[in-house]
């Protein structure tokens, strides 16, 4: 996951000023900033400055990034970073209780984020692979709370009895997707040995 060619492809991109790449860097790592911040209980507001303010420290350091694959640990790293500078600076916000974290070093905790996100990246791309027929049926066997049967019957216009079996199909299908084998194959105790 640290080598995704997508992601050193855009950022050298992005370096070369494309801003369909810069656009694409925003909205894919986007969420690994709202993320880090929410750990630290910061207003909408707050999180907004933080977002605004990674974001401009990534522009300024974008021509020298030595390792674009680590883009999100950067990411994830500028956010913390950000976040304390915001706590310092005010106390409209109140942080989360560092003594219970404060074995687990902040780096850790900064590179699981990022891998959280990445597979969540991960699963996204490969449901987005899936028939369009898969992704509803998945979708509304997700929600919460869950779609009755009947109303699944109904809306895919197939018998109840075949749910279940299809269900079957569009998982087996998820989990052929490249993204998602790829993944298998990358399981925890790969990810553990690279550290």
């Known amino acids: 996951m640290r080598d995704d060619p997508t992601v050193v492809d855009l950022v050298t991109r992005a370096r ?41 420290r990534l522009v300024e350091h974008l021509p020298g990034l030595r390792e674009p694959a680590a883009l999100p640990g950067w990411i994830a790293t500028t956010t913390q970073r950000e976040c304390f500078r915001l706590i310092r600076t005010t106390s409209r916000v109140e ?41 509803l049926l998945l979708s509304l066997l997700m929600q919460d709370p869950p779609t009755p049967y009947d ?3 109904r809306r895919l216009q197939v018998p109840i009895g075949s749910i279940g ?31």
């Open 16 to 56: 070369d000023g494309d801003k369909f790449a810069w656009d694409e860097l925003v909205e894919r790592y986007a969420p690994l900033v709202y993320s880090v911040c929410r750990r630290y209980r910061l207003a909408q507001a707050d999180i907004d400055d933080v977002g605004q303010s990674v974001w401009l």
């Open 95 to 135: 942080p989360v209780d560092l003594a219970e974290s404060a074995d687990v070093p902040e780096q850790a905790i900064a590179e699981e984020e990022v891998l959280r996100h990445e597979r969540g990246a991960i699963l996204r791309a490969a449901f987005g692979e899936l028939s369009r027929r898969c992704q």
């Open 151 to 153: 109303e699944i019957s």
């Open 165 to 195: 079996p299809n269900r079957a199909r569009c998982l087996m299908r998820l989990r052929q997707t490249p993204a998602l084998a790829m993944l298998a194959a990358d399981g925890p105790d790969d990810v553990t040995r690279r550290r």
